[in-house]
């Protein structure tokens, strides 16, 4: 069973369309992540929740938008795609107090826009 | 905000050769994470520092963090083809928020 699972592993759209990225862990965590990957492997955090409530929101355009239904999962849409928007979109997740050598990441999903 | 600066950008040793990728941060480091990345894959926690002068090892991959907190080591010994991939190491800044991570190295090992 993976641990962390993302769903595509591939996306390729056209400028101006709207994508989700979904993601779910099984671990039980309480705390998911999404980073951003940028072609020089600058890995970036995105957004942070814990307990489906937003702790970090880094500085992201508000075309990214989080969404947690419930404490496993953790979905990313992208409104009004860029060129710039393409990237490796990571997420992960933690239990809170256990250090981030339990930081757990699903393999990416490769965007890109065209 | 915290940055970590990681060096060499990239790295191509022969099979068999020892190296040494760096990590050096702006801030104290609280606690300092190595992780490797191979292509396709997410990342893969390695190592974890917190104490000044700390070292571990594990297999051939040796991680040391200076006494001042603000420089970590990677070491690998006797490369091999299965050490190739990105290495990234990662901060916590201490407010219990998320990771940071540097730019990555990324290690090709020639046969």
């Known amino acids: 069973d993976t641990a962390v699972s993302q769903t595509p592993k591939y996306l390729v759209t056209q400028m101006g369309n709207d994508k989700s990225i979904k993601c779910e862990q099984n671990l039980g965590h309480d705390t998911m992540y999404w980073y951003k990957q940028d072609s020089k492997k600058f890995l970036k955090i995105m957004f942070s929740y814990n307990n489906k409530e937003l702790i970090i929101n880094e500085t992201v355009p508000n075309r990214f938008s989080p969404k947690s239904p419930d404490k496993a999962h953790l979905n990313l849409h992208i409104n009004s795609l860029e060129l710039g928007d393409s990237a490796v979109y990571f997420c992960a997740s933690s239990q809170a107090g256990q250090g981030y050598e339990k930081l757990f990441f699903g393999s990416g999903t490769q965007l890109s826009v065209l | 905000s915290q940055e970590l600066e990681q060096s060499p950008q990239s790295l191509i040793v022969q099979e068999g050769k020892n190296l040494t990728i760096n990590c050096t941060s702006s801030?104290?480091?609280?606690?300092l994470y190595w992780y490797k990345q191979k292509y396709g894959e997410g990342l893969i926690f390695l190592m974890m520092l917190q104490k000044g002068g700390e070292e571990k090892s594990h297999e051939k991959i040796t991680a040391k963090l200076d006494e001042k907190k603000q420089q970590s080591s990677l070491h690998i010994t006797a490369s091999q083809p299965s050490h190739a991939g990105i290495y990234l190491c990662?901060?916590?800044?201490?407010?219990?928020?998320?990771?940071?991570f540097g730019k990555g190295t990324t290690l090709s090992v020639s046969s």
């Open positions: 801030k104290t480091l609280y606690g």
């Open positions: 990662g901060a916590d800044s201490g407010a219990g928020t998320a990771l940071i």
